[in-house]
């Protein structure tokens, strides 16, 4: 049931703007979203496949300089650029790791970048 409903909450959420929670007739059925597990099921991707290179959370620096924090990412690139590379494997000139998320994946993880973001004020400081 989870995974229909996290296949339910990709799909939705494409469509949507992000809030809280998110209500949405789906095959004549109410399906809602809970924003908060998103995010936290990207927390967890990021953590377990980006932080041995990227700075993944809301502070610190990156282990690898070279890497790019994550709470700057969407400032850098194009977040609907970032979803295609995301789910085709990103292929980039420097050392990374080849691999491929699923939309499930995509999804989650770009929700997670979307709560990292660092406003303009913020990284100005």
Wanted: aromatic share 4%; glycine share 8%.
């Amino acid at each position: 049931m989870r995974r229909i409903l996290m296949v339910a909450s990709a799909l939705l959420l494409a469509a949507c703007a992000l809030t809280s929670v998110v209500g949405a007739q789906v095959g004549g059925a109410g399906v809602e979203i809970d924003l908060d597990a998103l995010v936290e099921d990207g927390r967890v991707i990021a953590e377990a496949g980006c932080a041995r290179c990227h700075g993944v959370g809301e502070f610190g620096e990156s282990p690898n300089s070279a890497a790019p924090l994550f709470r700057t990412l969407l400032s850098r690139y194009r977040a609907d650029v970032l979803e295609e590379e995301l789910v085709n494997g990103i292929r980039v000139a420097h050392p990374m790791p080849e691999f491929q998320f699923s939309p499930q994946g995509v999804d989650a993880l770009m929700a997670y970048l979307r709560s990292v973001q660092e406003s303009p004020t913020t990284a100005a400081q």
